[in-house]
């Protein structure tokens, strides 16, 4: 099960930090994403890890602004979002799984309820 919190309102500029946390045990060949999806657009890669090689990838229009990072211990995944855009709102989605190409939606297996983010202009 993964539960998301963290998103929020905020204004164009400022950030976020959304986490998602994994019951369970996890394995070392898992991946974590997050992906998003805002009203009338499709579902969108954001940014992942692979849970044992803390290897990331983003999507090009995140990358140099958000971070994603992974604390092991407590099984949980972070989404730093600085430099927010109006059209980075959205509802986000945690997932994890153990997948091939981390930055596709099919193939994870789990998946959070979302968390809203809404940036202002």
């Known amino acids: 099960q993964l539960v998301e919190s963290g998103g929020g309102l905020v204004q164009a500029g400022g950030s976020l930090r959304p986490s998602c946390a994994a019951s369970?045990?996890?394995?070392?060949?898992?991946?974590m994403a997050w992906f998003r999806q805002a009203p009338g657009k499709e579902h969108e890669f954001v940014a992942a890890i692979r849970w044992g090689s803390e290897i990331t990838y983003y999507s090009e229009s995140v990358k140099g602004r958000f971070t994603i990072s992974r604390y092991f211990v407590q099984n949980t995944v972070y989404l730093q979002m600085n430099s927010l855009k109006p059209e980075d709102s959205a509802v986000y989605y945690c997932a994890a799984g153990v997948v091939a190409q981390p930055t596709a939606s099919m193939g994870y297996d789990y998946w959070g309820q979302g968390t809203q983010v809404t940036v202002s202009s």
């Open positions: 369970g045990r996890t394995s070392r060949s898992y991946a």
